[in-house]
């Protein structure tokens, strides 16, 4: 599918500049100094061959021709967040640098698909030129709720890692890095995935943050240095995560449900903004945390694998898929411990409980869930929204893979946001185009009552 459309861009590159004769027939993707050449070979597309099985798709020139229509209009939406019209040009050529045949997408490699000989241009765009990043930010929250949006979507939670030499970079330092499995000299970035259905199924990085580590919070040296702003302080990965999901819902971006793993789960505070906002969760959770068991008349807060060691009945495990993975469905044994009725009339909390197949006797094993729902909320519909935590790592995976995310060149805190922000936006491009291909809504399942799974209850 990927090389496919790819073949659409070049074949509509050479019929609109005349053949190979032209400076675009032999630049493919190149920008110069009096603008950009009408296409772009993007071949990131290529994610779309591990995003859609429609892989008969035969497109035309006219579609491959609204592609790159999209992408000039998405420029258009970004444009006046630039000052001046050298930034404003830049700003697409990156996008399409982002997007093109580079192996890798930094200030060299997207100055040369750029046309440029240097990487100057390129590095002052995300280093020194003046624009707003924030409100790009908040453009592309509007994009994906232009074209994305889904009653039904989860808001998925994880940070990762960014490997780096030195210390100057800004918020780097050893820390655990979940890219990396170990402590590594590393910048660590939180980000919020939207994962949703419809108009199909689709996940993409809506918003990020840089985690700044106490040890720079304090280092007034070191912060300015890297251009740290004064008033940034320091906040740990729940706090920014709030912070994210604060303007994700202010940006009218409709979601149904939040999951993360035990960074977010082990944060009572963070569990608490989401209840008094009535938003309702899956979060993991450790072994050792505790929860509130009702008990004849009392509760007890334990441990949560003493829940799962006394509490749970042989009866009580249920075999559910947590949906489909490479080799088919993941099924799991499930079990749901109700616990101390929340404050919130009309919700519930309980501990989910999964256990694999091949395992089933080993404690080690098991993986432990806090969940906030309505009232009657399915079990089958808990294990769906535990099932979506994945989609974070595929659209950081992608995101890496394909647009860059991990392959700035900066140092300062101002160009890891602009970089990043550019990189989430070529990403979005990508699935909203995806999103318009003839019948990739066929491949949304839905439960019998008509409506994704996690939409499920007994109410």
């Known amino acids: ?32 100094k009096e603008g950009a050449c009408p296409m772009t070979a993007l071949t990131a597309l ?43 040009r830049r700003a697409l050529a990156y996008l399409k640098g982002l997007l093109s045949h580079a192996e890798r997408k930094n200030g060299w490699q997207l100055a040369e698909e750029a046309g440029e000989h240097t990487p100057d241009g390129m590095q002052r765009l995300v280093n020194a030129s003046r624009w707003d990043v924030d409100a790009v930010r908040d453009d592309l929250v509007a994009y994906v709720r232009e074209h994305l949006a889904d009653p039904g979507a989860i808001l998925v939670i994880d940070e990762t890692g960014f490997l780096k030499k030195g ?24 980000f919020v995935a939207y994962s949703s259905l419809v108009p199909a199924p689709t996940h993409v990085l809506v918003d990020r943050e840089l985690y700044l580590p106490q040890e720079w919070a304090g280092d007034q040296e070191r912060r300015q240095e890297a251009g740290v702003p004064a008033a940034v302080p ?48 899956v979060l993991a959770v450790a072994s050792n945390d505790g929860v509130d068991l009702p008990w004849q008349g ?32 993941r099924l799991f044994d499930w079990a749901l411990v109700r616990l101390l009725p929340p404050q919130q009339p009309g919700f519930e909390q309980a501990l989910l409980i999964r256990r694999p ?26 294990v769906a929204v535990a099932g979506r935590r994945w989609t974070i790592e595929e659209s950081l995976e992608a995101a890496k893979g394909e647009v860059g995310l ?15 922000t550019l990189a989430m936006l070529a990403l979005a491009y990508l699935a909203v185009v995806r999103s318009h291909l003839p019948g990739a809504a066929e491949a949304t399942p839905l439960d019998p009552k008509g409506g994704p799974p996690w939409l499920s209850s007994l109410s």
């Open 46 to 88: 290529t994610a779309l061959t591990a995003l859609t099985a429609l892989t008969a798709y035969q497109p035309s020139v006219a579609e491959v021709g609204d592609w790159a229509g999209e992408l000039e209009a998405l420029h258009a939406r970004i444009a006046p967040r630039f000052e001046r019209a050298e930034p404003r």
């Open 406 to 420: 991990d392959q700035y060149e900066v140092r300062q805190y101002q160009g890891w946001y602009r970089h990043i």
């Open 234 to 281: 320091f906040a740990t990965k729940p706090e920014l995560a709030r912070r994210m999901l604060a303007r994700v819902g202010a940006a009218g971006l409709p979601a149904a449900w939040v999951t993360g793993d035990t960074v977010y789960g082990g944060s009572g505070p963070f569990r608490a903004w989401l209840e008094g906002r009535q938003q309702p969760y």
């Open 1 to 32: 599918m990927g090389s496919l459309i790819l073949s659409g861009w070049r074949f509509l590159k050479l019929r609109r500049e005349g053949g190979k004769g032209s400076r675009c027939g032999r630049m493919v993707g190149k920008v110069s």
């Open 298 to 329: 009392t509760h007890y807060h334990l441990p949560v694998e003493q829940i799962a060691r006394h509490a749970v009945a042989p009866a009580q495990w249920q075999r559910r898929s947590a949906g489909d993975g490479a080799k088919g469905p």
């Open 357 to 382: 197949l091949d395992a089933p006797d080993d404690p080690k094993e098991l993986a432990y869930y806090l969940t906030f729902a309505p009232s009657g909320t399915l079990l089958e519909t808990l």
């Open 167 to 190: 210390t100057k970079s800004a918020g780097v330092q050893r820390q655990y890095s979940g890219t990396a499995g170990k402590r590594e000299n590393c910048q660590i970035g939180v």
